[in-house]
Nanobody, 126 residues
């Protein structure tokens, strides 16, 4: 069974950095997959942030986080990370990891992904 588990959420001050992790399990070894990060703040729609493919390492970023956030992958550990720098109060949200096996494209459309984690809370104080 495919599972995605996020971790690393915390309470931080504006300007600080934080790294989120997404542990993937249940994917067929050797089969490429795509992983993306989303976030959702109270009262707001889900927002796609970044995605990466295991096949070639291609990445894509939303304008809202471009230049501040970096997605990376450790294929040997089946781990995907989101490094978040220069955090702002506007970044506070529940952050989700999403995945799709076999078909890898750099898209932030939620409907593309069929596996989702439970979310991890990020709070940024001023």
């Amino acid at each position: 069974e495919v599972q995605l588990v996020e971790s690393g959420g915390a309470l931080v001050q504006a300007g600080e950095s934080l790294r989120l992790s997404c542990a993937a399990s249940g994917f067929t070894d050797g089969v490429p997959y795509a992983i993306a990060w989303f976030r959702q703040a109270p009262g707001k729609e889900r927002e796609g942030l970044s995605c990466i493919g295991t096949n070639d390492g291609s990445t894509h970023y939303a304008d809202s986080v471009k230049g501040r956030f970096t997605i990376s992958i450790n294929n040997a550990k089946n781990m995907v990370y989101l490094q978040m720098n220069s955090l702002k109060p506007e970044d506070a949200a529940v952050y989700y990891c999403a995945g799709r096996m076999g078909i890898v494209v750099t898209t932030l459309a939620p409907s593309f992904y069929d596996y989702w984690g439970q979310g991890t809370q990020v709070t940024v104080s001023s």
